[in-house]
Every structure is written in structure tokens, then in C-alpha cells.
């Protein structure tokens, strides 16, 4: 089956760096995405890996490597506002998403 | 980027009527729209995906004839919820490609409340 898994939350400090992973089994694959998601709001785009290797964007980078199934995403610098839900998901062979369930980051001052 | 409109951003209905949900592609053509339900704290569920002309293919447990999807344009479609229940209020999400391995863009969401 198909499957994305992240963590349920995390928590991290103003000002610090913290990696949200996400491990992923896709029939076929087509990239990995990352979206950002405020409470109450829709997804926005962060980023999308499709090859191996790390994706600097600013404060965030995202990481995929496609022989172990895994991607990570990595915040620095952590702002207050940063505090939301963190979506991993998988494009299969379909081009369909298949979402992790989220994981809800804390930023704690 | 790329702008997609939902509308309304808020609804409350009575229980048995029936509601309407917009999704726009306000400067690009969707060749492809989606439609998600989410519920609090947890992630995106996708209940139907629309090809522009041509009639959506729905999830398996989403009832078609209750959640009915028209895709009449590159640039709109739309969402009704018919009959609708308190079970249905939920937060629905829709998004739109341009093509089969671009990102998503998503609307602002639809809050639909049903008293």
C-alpha cells in the first residue's frame, strides 16, 4: 500500500534549527512536496524534491534521497510565525498526492 | 504564482439544504482540480478529482450523489453539497495543476457549518 509517515508534532526554540522527516512508500514515485499549514488556512507550497539531494530555499531546505524512501525538511532560524502543521506528500506513479497526516511544529520563545 | 479563489470562505446552512462551493484558477488553466475534506487535527482527505469536461472520479466512501463535482471550465469548479447534514460540516480544501507533476495550488478552504 501507500503509505507517508511524519511525526505528530514538534517542538523547537525561537531562533533554532529543527528537521521535520517524512519516510515514504509510493507506488511508482514522482517527487516528494512539501506545503506549510496555519490553522484554519489551506496548504501553501514550500518545496518539491524529484532528485536525490538537498533544495535551499532561505530558511528552508528540503532533503530527498530516493533509495531509502525519505525526505526531510529543515527550518533554520525559527520564527515565531513558523508554528503550523508541516505536510509531507508523495506523488505516485498516478501524479496523485498521497498526504502525511502533518506534523504540528511548536516554536517555543 | 498561480492564484486559486474558493468561495465562500464561510458558510452556515440549515440541515437539508444544499450548498455550493467555488474554485477559481484566477491566471492559469486547471487542467486538473481537486477536492478535499478536512477535519480538525488531522490531514487532507481527498474526496474527488476533476478533469475539466469530463466527470470526476470520486474516492472510495465518498458518496457522489451527495458531493457533486462540475468542472465546466479550465478555470472553475465546483462543489455541492447536497442535503447537507451536521456530519458534513468539515473544512473542504480545493487545489488546481496546470499539469500532471506540478504543484498544487490550494484555495483558502471553505468552513461549511451545518445547524
Known amino acids: 500500500g501507500q503509505n507517508i509517515d511524519q511525526p505528530t508534532e514538534m517542538t523547537a526554540t525561537e531562533g533554532a534549527i529543527v528537521q521535520i522527516n517524512c519516510t515514504y512508500q509510493?507506488?511508482?514515485?514522482?517527487?516528494l512536496f512539501w506545503y506549510q499549514q496555519h490553522a484554519g488556512e489551506a496548504p501553501t507550497f514550500l518545496s518539491y524534491n524529484v532528485l536525490d539531494g538537498l533544495e535551499e530555499k532561505g530558511r528552508f531546505s528540503s532533503f530527498l534521497s530516493r533509495s531509502k524512501g525519505y525526505s526531510y525538511l529543515l527550518l533554520k532560524e525559527l520564527q515565531m510565525k513558523d508554528s503550523a502543521s508541516y505536510l509531507c506528500?508523495?506523488?505516485?506513479?498516478?501524479?496523485?498526492?498521497?498526504w502525511g497526516a502533518g506534523t504540528k511544529l511548536i516554536i517555543k520563545p | 504564482g498561480a492564484v486559486v479563489s474558493q468561495h465562500p470562505s464561510r458558510v452556515i446552512c440549515k440541515s437539508g439544504t444544499s450548498v455550493k462551493i467555488e474554485c477559481r484558477s484566477l491566471d492559469f488553466q486547471a487542467t486538473t482540480m481537486f477536492w478535499y475534506r478536512q477535519f480538525p487535527k488531522k490531514s487532507l482527505m481527498l474526496m474527488a478529482t476533476s478533469n475539466e469536461g469530463s466527470k470526476a472520479t470520486y474516492e472510495q466512501g465518498v458518496e457522489k450523489d451527495k458531493f457533486l463535482i462540475n468542472h465546466a471550465s479550465l478555470t472553475l469548479s465546483t462543489l455541492t453539497v447536497t442535503s447537507a447534514h451536521p456530519e458534513d460540516s468539515s473544512f473542504y480544501i480545493c487545489?488546481?495543476?496546470?499539469?500532471?507533476?506540478?504543484?498544487?495550488?490550494f484555495g483558502q478552504g471553505t468552513r461549511l457549518t451545518v445547524v
Open positions: 509510493t507506488s511508482g514515485f514522482n517527487g
Open positions: 487545489s488546481a495543476k496546470t499539469g500532471l507533476d506540478t504543484e498544487a495550488f
Open positions: 506528500a508523495g506523488m505516485d506513479s498516478n501524479y496523485q498526492l498521497i
